[in-house]
């Protein structure tokens, strides 16, 4: 009788013991299971807003058909074309460009005085609200010194442009070689075009792109 009683109560017990390790592997399941989903769920904004901050994002800046030119003589300056459009926000002025594979990048304009073609540095260039600025042949364009020889025709680099507050676009840009047809531009500058500007161009300047 009394190990009847005794085994009565060894299984009550075990019953109480099996019951209580049940639920508390479900609710560490539960915990388990939750726990990255909540996390991952308050992570996603974080990194959303992370990324729509980042410089290369700048707001309502789009930086469009880029492409750089080589020159036909190893050596000597290339070129790069894109344009650059502001669609919304407040004014700003282009400050920068950066090309990868080139050691130093110059924002130039092309001006005709006198039936004469002169070229000298750009500082800045204004971007008005809905408006768009070209970099192409004939016009302001962007040299390129010091060029890296893993630039090659029919190979990409990236062209990074800076503004007056700081913000960034880049974009992938096609590398030419010397002579190619530029896209709504016709040829680009080629070493003839600089042949030409070199009578023209005081020599000061001149000095410059050959000694950056």
Same mark, same amino acid.
């Given at each position: ?10 299984? $009550? !017990?075990? *019953?109480?013991? @099996? =019951? %209580? ?5 479900a ?7 939750? /726990? ?6 308050? $992570? !996603?904004? *974080?990194?959303? @807003? =992370? %990324? ?13 058909? /880029? ?12 070129? @790069? ?19 990868d594979?080139?050691g130093?990048a ?98 000061d ?8």
């Open positions: 009788m009394r190990i009847g009683v005794l085994t009565g109560r060894n299984l $009550a !017990a075990f *019953a109480l013991s @099996a =019951s %209580l390790s049940v639920g508390l592997a609710g560490l399941s539960g915990c388990g299971k939750k /726990a990255p989903e909540a996390a991952a769920s308050s $992570a !996603a904004p *974080a990194v959303l @807003a =992370s %990324l729509d901050a980042t410089p290369e994002n700048a707001p309502g800046t789009t930086l469009t058909n /880029a492409v750089v030119q080589l020159p036909t003589v190893p050596g000597h300056p290339g070129v @790069a074309y894109f344009t650059l459009s502001q669609g919304s926000g407040p004014a700003r002025s282009l400050v920068a460009v950066h090309v594979g080139a130093k110059e924002m130039h304009e092309n001006t005709m005085k006198d039936g004469m073609m002169s070229m000298a540095p750009l500082a800045s260039l204004p971007l008005a609200a809905g408006q768009s600025v070209e970099f192409k042949p004939g016009g302001n364009h962007v040299m390129l010194f010091d060029l890296a020889p893993t630039l090659k025709a029919g190979s990409v680099t990236e062209v990074t442009i800076t503004l007056d507050n700081g913000d960034k676009a880049s974009a992938k840009a096609k590398v030419l070689g010397a002579g190619e047809p530029v896209a709504g531009g016709g040829e680009g500058m080629g070493d003839m075009d600089m042949k030409g500007m070199d009578k023209d161009m005081d020599m300047h001149m000095d410059h792109m050959k000694h950056p």
